[in-house]
């Protein structure tokens, strides 16, 4: 398993680059490329669906900060997995693209966040757009693909923290679903007939 994700990994890392993607991927992972993407939340569905509205945000920061906190704080600790970037015996062929940090490889909390948080968009949204799920989910992919991309995790570290988070946001829209569902006649998008 473990060679095989290496295997993945060097050709994701060291051989499907170029110039294009390069200079795109980095922004990917970049919190601060997708702030506008959390502040039209933040204002859109409360304003859009009031009390049920303000509900939704605090169950997505709660998404947010169980798989971040699990992540980070319970799982990695235990598995002390080196990252790619931190892998002296890497140090020669990785194609690293952002600073290294700190910390072990396994989970990725991106992984974990951005599922937990795209996932509880599909559970909760989908039914006032269809559009919204799979672009959730697509945005989630976008950002794990981006974190092996520029060297800073192995593909295994990804889909363990997409399994994760998407356990987490399964878990979180369901319940906010079956106790606040936001009302199945207002949709996002006008309708015609």
């Known amino acids: 398993m473990v060679s095989c994700d290496h295997t993945i990994w ?16 980095p922004w990917l992972r970049n919190p601060w490329f997708w702030a506008p993407l959390y502040l039209f939340l933040a204002i859109f569905i409360p304003a859009r669906f009031r009390k049920q509205g ?27 997995r080196l990252r790619p970037c931190n892998n002296p015996s890497l140090a020669s062929i990785i194609h690293l693209l952002v600073e290294c940090g700190g910390g072990y490889s396994f989970p990725s909390a991106h992984a974990a966040n951005h599922f937990s948080m795209g996932v509880f968009i599909a559970v909760t949204l989908h039914k006032q757009a269809k559009w919204i799920a799979p672009v959730a989910i697509l945005w989630a992919l976008l950002v794990s693909f981006a974190q092996v991309y520029v060297g800073v995790h192995y593909p295994l570290d990804v889909t363990c923290g997409a399994l994760l988070g998407i356990a987490i946001g399964l878990c979180t829209g369901k319940f906010y679903n079956r106790y606040f569902s936001l009302n199945k006649n207002i949709a996002i998008t006008p309708e015609t007939h």
């Open 54 to 80: 303000l509900i939704w945000c605090v169950l997505f920061l709660v998404s947010f900060a169980l798989s971040d906190q699990i992540s980070v704080n319970i799982i990695k600790p235990h598995f002390h």
């Open 10 to 25: 060097y050709y994701m890392n060291t051989q499907w680059h170029n110039t294009f993607l390069d200079a795109v991927i």
